[in-house]
């Protein structure tokens, strides 16, 4: 079949609770943010001896020149174009980001998911969700080593995901709260601080293990919040979690400097988001004016970027 122009759209995530737990087993919740758009373009090549461009993260060039960090990139259109019975297609790519990437924000995973749904678009072909997440993980995969699935989920979700030992549930919940995100502009080592975790955790097992096992509970616990949408009990999990975070040591100054402009801004509760080390903090907000009030006072006190997330309310099934 001769391809037409294709394109896919996902959205970044962000770790509401359970980061570094969920290593050990413990739940998390993850939630997309729709306000923050990955937006996938294929075009098909025409001409003999045209391989097809790729454009994207502010590079542009022919696709055998693509810099190492593309290559999930590529992975996501070889293992697409397979699924649509055309290996040997050859299709430009242009993808375009409302986030920045290497902040915790599932760019990746988002890219890839993009790209696939662009491919399978330019061709006209249909995929069960399972399908897509089986080769956005296939191309996850050439980036993150073992990537557990929560950023391929996450990205193209509509509502909350709840996520242990390998499992993600859609939990099919709204939340009736602004989210703000802050960038602090400094690149995070999400490998770094999963070490730091793992080092802690066989150096000082029993106080890593009640922390670790804090960290679940409260995610385990914030289910019900959102399902009452108690979004102020929500919100002091979130800033409980920030602590315990930073007293395993994967926060920054930069990060609790961050938390505080928010909570005293009056957010319902603030923490880092990810793994830490940099990255973003998130902050949750009864209303539109209470975010705008926060993303101001995270802005004067050194974020580099903020967003707000508008209330997961429509997407979600009742
Ligand atoms: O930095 P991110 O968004 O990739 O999140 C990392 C989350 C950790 O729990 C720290 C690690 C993991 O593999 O779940």
Known sequence: MIPHVGTGQTVAKIILLG???????????????????????????????????????GWSGPISKAPAHFASILRAREVAAE???????????????EFPAQRGL??????????????????????????????????????????????????????????????TTDLGLPLDAWIVIADSGIHGSTRETVGHVRSLYENSFRETQESLSRLGKIAEGAVDNLRSSDIS????????????????????????????????????????????????????AHSYEDAQRISDAMREAGARATWTQAPLLNEVVA
């Open 106 to 167: 599932g760019s990746s995973a988002a890219a890839a998911g993009a790209v696939i749904r662009a491919v399978l678009n330019a061709y006209d072909a249909k995929a069960t969700a399972h399908e897509i997440f089986t080769l956005t993980q296939e191309a996850e995969t050439i980036a993150h080593g073992q990537p557990s699935g929560l950023d391929a989920v996450t990205t193209s979700a509509t509502s909350p995901v709840h996520f242990q030992a390998g499992r």
């Open 83 to 97: 699924f649509v019975g055309d290996p040997d297609g050859l299709l430009s790519i242009t993808t375009e980001s």
């Open 233 to 284: 009990q929500l919100g002091i999990k979130m800033t409980e979690s920030h602590g315990i975070l930073a007293d395993l040591g994967v926060s920054t100054v930069q990060l609790d400097e961050l938390v505080y402009a928010a909570l005293d801004a009056g957010a319902l509760g603030g923490k880092l988001t990810g793994g830490g080390g940099g990255g973003c903090v998130i902050a949750l």
């Open 19 to 57: 980061e570094h737990s969920v290593v050990y087993g413990y739940p998390a919740i993850a939630l997309p943010m729709h306000s923050l758009k990955m937006t996938a373009r294929v075009e098909p090549v025409r001409g003999g001896h045209n391989e097809g461009t790729l454009t994207g993260l």
